[in-house]
């Protein structure tokens, strides 16, 4: 028996990296799960790879900025399973640019998938979760509170994310529906690829554990939220970063 046996699972941006990691991980600890993700073609893929029990498996193509199309996937999962257990608003893209010459498409893509999106989702999947309870994982990023020139509107977003953490497990509490939130540092995914392959030395220097986060931690932390373990546990947000910039010289201690 799995985990999370029988609980409906949704999972945004589930086309690559973390998303995909974290969908095909709670397919195999039981759960039924629901992939969102705007690259169809990629949806395809991961079926094919997994070859899923279709009663508990489903692939919608769907771009989360779009509100209309978000409420329509969500109101189908809700319809077929008769219940939503788990939102993870997973979904994000980083493209960076200076505000001076970022123009209206770059701006409104970083808030539109960033913020915007997970606002739909979980607007959508509140009346399929309120009779059971049910958990929110929200992610946000190292970026939000210590960003970097030239990533403004992405860390808004990002920031804004802890905020509706916070707001979302209060309003949702009365439902037994808890709300948390990770903010990643570097982890080894396609959102990466740059980092690590061309400055990967410069960036381990100001993570103490000296090594680039993995999509199976995020499954770690993401899992425990939604168990029973965390059952106190709402309205808070967990650096998944390897301690990066803990401390003025977070490698310091490895040349002892």
Known sequence: MGKFDNQVVVVTGAGQGAGQKLATRFYEEGACVCLLDINGENLARIEKELKPDQTRFAIYTADVS?????????????????????????????????????????????????????????????????????????????????????SGAYGAAKAGMIVLTKVWAAELAPYRIRVNCYAPGVLDTPMAEDVIKNRAESKLCQIPLRRFGQTEDVFNLVSFFCSEEAGYITGQTIGLDGGIWATQTPTAAWKL
Do not use: W
């Open 66 to 150: 779009d509100s209309s199309q978000v409420t329509s996937a969500i109101d189908d999962i809700g319809k077929r399973f008769g219940r939503i257990d788990i939102l993870i608003n997973n979904a994000g893209v980083l493209h960076k640019g200076m505000i001076e010459s970022s123009p209206d498409e770059h701006i409104k893509l970083m808030l539109g998938v960033n913020l915007m999106g997970p606002m739909y989702g979980t607007r959508a999947c509140i009346p399929y979760m309120k009779e059971q309870g049910g958990n929110i994982v929200n992610v946000s990023s190292v970026l939000a509170t210590f960003p970097n020139t030239g």
